[in-house]
């Protein structure tokens, strides 16, 4: 499933996030570290949308996983080059061209840069979260087990049931999905398709697939959390990728 329009649509959320930014490896991370102690050895890799670091709301997200624990860090692998901030208008912008620059190749060696150096300062186990275009090298991490669970939510550009296929016999992570009534890049199909492949039990890393109704693509991350369906669904996907990574990493 590839983009669509409501890929590049974004509601800002409101608030100040509380990270800093590093350079690991040639690559810009947003780094949120939780207050006390916690695992030095595990942490969250926080994967974007189209918009990478510049949109609060991802920042404020990475904010938040790390509150209930967990270290996270949000690389840019757009690589300085996110979806401009005009969001859905697109008014003058090459949207085709932006494309071509961030293809899966590009995109997977700057991600692997980071992890590479994340891996020097001693950690050694990894945790994904994707939105959108970062369910995509959730995946893509999840097929090469460089990562031991994801939790992934409104996912685009899969090639299905290729990449389900291959998790299913590659991979050793376990797989969650936040799924949404109105979702073209991720429909009915590719639900029911991962249901098939994955559920009652046929995924031994595990499996969970929660559906959200009322909620369109994007909303777990960029939603308009003035409507009670979408702040339910943003608030219960959040809470079911902490749960998830709480068993499983």
């Not at 690589?79 to 995109?107: C, I, K, L, M, V």
């Not at 097929?143 to 990449?163: E, F, G, L, M, T």
Request: contains cysteine; aromatic residues 12%.
């Amino acid at each position: 499933m590839s983009f669509t329009k409501h890929c590049f649509e974004a509601v800002i959320h409101e608030g100040n996030p509380t990270g800093t930014v590093e350079l690991i490896n040639g690559v810009d991370v947003y780094i949120a570290l939780p207050e006390g102690e916690y695992p030095k050895d595990k942490a969250v890799l926080f994967l974007t949308d189209v918009f990478g670091m510049q949109l609060v709301n991802n920042k404020l997200l990475a904010d938040a996983f790390a509150k209930n624990g967990f270290q996270v860090y949000l690389p840019d692998y757009l690589n300085g080059d996110p979806y401009p901030a005009d969001y859905g208008n697109g008014s003058g912008f090459d949207r085709e061209a932006w494309r071509a620059r961030h293809t899966q190749a590009a995109t997977r060696n700057l991600l692997d840069k980071a992890i590479a150096g994340l891996k020097e300062r001693g950690i050694t186990t990894f945790a994904a979260t994707g939105y959108c275009f970062g369910g995509r090298y959730s995946v893509d991490l999840a097929q090469d087990n460089v990562v031991s669970v994801i939790s992934v939510a409104h996912p685009s550009r899969y090639d299905i049931p290729k990449d389900f296929e291959l998790l299913m016999t590659q991979s050793k992570a376990a797989f969650q999905i936040h799924s949404c009534e109105v979702d073209p890049a991720f429909p009915a199909e590719a639900c029911a398709a991962a249901d098939e492949i994955f559920g009652g039990g046929k995924y031994a890393p595990g499996y969970e697939r929660r559906h959200w109704m009322g909620c369109q693509h994007g909303f777990a991350v960029r939603g308009d959390l003035s409507d009670p369906q979408v702040r339910a669904g943003k608030e219960g996907a959040f809470k079911g990728a902490v749960e998830w990574f709480q068993k499983y990493l």
